[in-house]
């Protein structure tokens, strides 16, 4: 069983900085795009960051300069720095990701169970 999961969520002031961590537990064949969501109260999920599986990068608007997804293959592992964080961005979020497993010949969408992030002085 494939399970996406994540680290690194907490409570920081406005203006600091967060590292969420994601990967995947059990045995896997390989990883295409991750990304990272997030979901606020009374809001819908939306799209943070993703990332493809060469390193092709895209932000919403919203974290544009703030926010950096990066990825180690090697360790199937997606991180999501947060620098200048507002209270805005207080919300769960979401590790994505298209995954093989093992003997698959087709990937399919997992998600982790979120990570709360909580920006408040």
């Known amino acids: 069983q494939v399970q996406l999961v994540e680290s690194g969520g907490g409570l920081v002031q406005p203006g600091g900085s967060l590292r969420l961590s994601c990967a995947p537990s059990?045995?896997?064949?390989?990883?295409?795009?991750m990304g990272w969501y997030r979901q606020a109260p009374g809001k819908q999920r939306e799209l943070v960051a993703t990332?493809?599986?060469?390193?092709?990068?895209s932000y919403a608007d919203s974290v544009k300069g703030r926010f950096t997804i990066s990825r180690d293959n090697a360790k199937n592992t997606v991180y999501l720095q947060m620098n200048s964080l507002k209270p805005e961005d207080t919300a769960v979020y979401y590790c994505?990701?298209?995954?093989?497993?093992?003997?698959?010949?087709?990937?399919?969408?997992?998600w982790g169970r979120g990570t709360q992030v909580t920006v408040s002085s």
């Open positions: 994505n990701a298209d995954i093989r497993r093992v003997g698959a010949l087709s990937y399919y969408d997992y």
């Open positions: 059990g045995t896997i064949g390989s990883i295409n795009a």
């Open positions: 990332i493809t599986r060469g390193g092709s990068t």
